[in-house]
């Protein structure tokens, strides 16, 4: 399996994040690359690869243009109007508020932009999240091509970025443009399933009317956990899109059992529907020791978890995504791409 990562990631290390009222160490930093990197290299798996230049053109596709330019230039407005520290949202258009004038002022504009204020950007960001989604188009190429899968290693992640917001540490939502670029290449219906711990709203919300992308996502209830206003059951689509959206929401303590059962029938109505190609957004803060999350599998789960992905037999392209007990996280992303390529 081809990996693909950026030592660009780096870029963006925001050194604080507003967590349980106080600033801490974010829980998204480089050394997950690094967990990561090393457990691959370990297990001899060592066909890595830096990303190809990044194309605009599904980006663009994809996402609000002025949220494109925000990302671009919110760092320099934002020390022309002499801020100190890195950026954070602190005004937000709440119920009753006007959410379809933009500030002219950037205080104003981050706040409109961002949807989560734990998510800190720097001056690295812009070039940091680029790095992140080229990975994840050169994966995609390599799959298109012919290979039956590849693995980017995206950081930042991206599944909780929509079309205008960025926010649960994601800014541009790689997993969503390489279903387009599946798509632009030829594959009828795309399949994204995500299996990170928390719901992948922005992906939800980008193809949420579309019939040829379907979404199934694995996370902890929304009433218990981010993102918390999106991700129930019964949000299964519209218009066009209707049916093609699947959420299976779990509560606190969930075990491999139940979510396995998630996992298992996500994948029969993925396989019923006639996906032609896979996206698999690969988080593993499922796992039982992570710190921001409330599921309770084991490591040696998620080499189970990859072997029953690996037996759809679809070409699948793998993005980073969350995954915060930093000393397990190497284990538990190798072990699913070991199970898919044992199955």
Same mark, same amino acid.
Request: aromatic share 10%; glycine share 10%.
């Given at each position: 399996?081809?990996?693909?990562?950026? &030592?660009?990631?780096?870029?963006?290390?925001?050194?604080?994040?507003?967590?349980?009222?106080?600033?801490?160490?974010?829980?998204?930093?480089?050394?997950?690359?690094?967990?990561?990197?090393?457990?691959?290299?370990?297990?001899?798996?060592?066909?890595?690869?830096?990303?190809?230049?990044?194309?605009?053109?599904?980006?663009?596709?994809?996402?609000?243009?002025?949220?494109?330019?925000?990302?671009?230039?919110?760092?320099?407005?934002?020390?022309?109007?002499?801020?100190?520290?890195?950026?954070?949202?602190?005004?937000?258009?709440?119920?009753?508020?006007?959410?379809?004038?933009?500030?002219?002022?950037?205080?104003?504009?981050?706040?409109?932009?961002?949807?989560?204020?734990?998510?800190?950007?720097?001056?690295?960001?812009?070039?940091?999240?680029?790095?992140?989604?080229?990975?994840?188009?050169?994966?995609?190429?390599?799959?298109?091509?012919?290979?039956?899968?590849?693995?980017?290693?995206?950081?930042?992640?991206?599944?909780?970025?929509?079309?205008?917001?960025?926010?649960?540490?994601?800014?541009?939502?790689?997993?969503?443009?390489?279903?387009?670029?599946?798509?632009?290449?030829?594959?009828?219906?795309? #399949?994204?399933?995500?299996?990170?711990?928390?719901?992948?709203?922005?992906?939800?919300?980008?193809?949420?009317?579309?019939?040829?992308?379907?979404?199934?996502?694995?996370?902890?209830?929304?009433?218990?956990?981010?993102?918390?206003?999106?991700?129930?059951?019964?949000?299964?689509?519209?218009? #066009?899109?209707?049916?093609?959206?699947?959420?299976?929401?779990?509560?606190?303590?969930?075990?491999?059992?139940?979510?396995?059962?998630?996992?298992?029938?996500?994948?029969?109505?993925?396989?019923?529907?006639?996906?032609?190609?896979?996206?698999?957004?690969?988080?593993?803060?499922?796992?039982?020791?992570?710190?921001?999350?409330?599921?309770?599998? &084991?490591?040696?789960?998620?080499?189970?978890?990859?072997?029953?992905?690996?037996?759809?037999?679809?070409? #699948?392209?793998?993005?980073?995504?969350?995954?915060?007990?930093? &000393?397990?996280?190497?284990?538990?992303?190798?072990?699913?791409? &070991?199970?898919?390529?044992? #199955?």
């Amino acid at each position: 399996m081809r990996i693909i990562y950026s &030592e660009d990631h780096r870029l963006h290390f925001p050194q604080a994040e507003l967590s349980g009222g106080q600033f801490v160490t974010p829980f998204e930093r480089p050394s997950r690359v690094e967990y990561v990197l090393n457990r691959l290299r370990q297990r001899k798996l060592t066909d890595i690869f830096t990303p190809d230049p990044v194309d605009m053109a599904p980006v663009q596709a994809l996402l609000d243009p002025g949220y494109l330019t925000f990302l671009q230039t919110a760092w320099d407005e934002w020390k022309a109007a002499g801020m100190a520290g890195e950026i954070i949202a602190a005004n937000v258009p709440a119920r009753s508020m006007h959410m379809d004038r933009i500030p002219e002022n950037i205080d104003g504009k981050v706040g409109y932009y961002c949807h989560a204020s734990e998510t800190a950007m720097t001056q690295g960001t812009w070039a940091a999240a680029l790095s992140s989604v080229a990975s994840a188009q050169t994966a995609q190429r390599h799959v298109a091509a012919g290979a039956d899968s590849a693995f980017a290693l995206c950081r930042p992640p991206g599944h909780h970025a929509t079309a205008d917001q960025y926010g649960g540490y994601c800014f541009i939502n790689n997993a969503a443009v390489v279903a387009q670029m599946f798509r632009d290449s030829g594959a009828n219906r795309v #399949a994204i399933l995500d299996i990170d711990f928390h719901h992948g709203n922005g992906t939800q919300t980008i193809f949420y009317d579309r019939a040829d992308v379907m979404f199934a996502s694995l996370h902890g209830a929304p009433q218990e956990s981010y993102p918390y206003y999106l991700g129930y059951a019964d949000e299964t689509g519209k218009g #066009a899109g209707e049916g093609s959206n699947l959420n299976y929401p779990m509560t606190a303590g969930t075990g491999y059992d139940v979510w396995a059962k998630a996992l298992d029938d996500a994948i029969g109505k993925i396989m019923a529907w006639g996906a032609d190609a896979l996206v698999v957004s690969l988080g593993v803060d499922a796992y039982k020791e992570d710190p921001i999350s409330f599921f309770k599998l &084991e490591s040696d789960d998620f080499t189970d978890a990859g072997r029953r992905i690996g037996r759809m037999k679809l070409p #699948a392209v793998f993005c980073m995504e969350g995954g915060y007990a930093i &000393e397990a996280v190497g284990v538990n992303t190798v072990n699913v791409l &070991e199970g898919f390529k044992d #199955a």
